[in-house]
């Protein structure tokens, strides 16, 4: 085998300086330029987050306290957790139906709690963002049940009914 390197010199003493010379000219050709965009596109989704971030505080400055209120102990509560998110994406006290029922512990000590909820009349978007910030708010909510049912007559109406389940 090492009579084989002997015998083909030219790829050591030609070949290996060129791709030597070659791979400073691929970088500064390629891999610059690729970084400098990189870079320039973290900078633009920096400042696009700390935007919306800020526009988020703007709508919503108690969500801030979330974490805080948790540490206290302070008990899951379905109404109000609905009630907030609702108010939120402005989905009016009449047009909705909650029902929950008590913390009851299941096997291996694991508290839950589910509820049942009907939305009378809501848009796709509306419905999507309601479900959006009741997963942010609350890490342990689980949505284990959609039912949409389109209202007749209407464009983009429809009649949600969720099931969720809280785990302690």
């Known amino acids: 085998m090492n009579k084989d390197i002997y015998k083909k010199p030219i790829f050591y003493y030609v070949l290996v300086p060129i791709v030597f010379g070659l791979w400073p000219i691929l970088l500064f050709t390629i891999g610059l330029p690729g970084s400098k965009k990189s870079l320039e596109k973290g900078i633009s989704d920096y400042t696009e987050a700390r935007a919306l971030i800020g526009e988020v505080l703007d709508l919503d400055p108690q969500r801030l306290d ?3 209120n ?3 102990g302070e008990a899951f509560d379905y109404t109000a957790a609905v009630d907030q ?5 402005r989905i009016l006290p009449t047009d909705y139906k909650l029902s929950s029922s008590p913390m009851r ?3 291996g000590g694991q508290v839950n709690q589910d509820a049942a909820m009907t939305i009378d009349k809501i848009d ?3 419905f999507t963002r309601f479900l ?3 997963h942010m708010r609350w890490s342990n909510l689980q949505c284990t049940n959609i039912s949409l049912v389109k209202v007749k007559g209407e464009k983009d109406s429809w ?3 969720v099931r969720f389940i809280y785990y302690e």
């Open 132 to 134: 959006s910030v009741m």
């Open 105 to 107: 512990k299941v096997k």
């Open 70 to 72: 948790k540490k206290t």
């Open 159 to 161: 009649k949600a009914d």
């Open 85 to 89: 998110v609702t108010r939120l994406c």
């Open 124 to 126: 796709i978007e509306k």
């Open 66 to 68: 979330y974490a805080k």
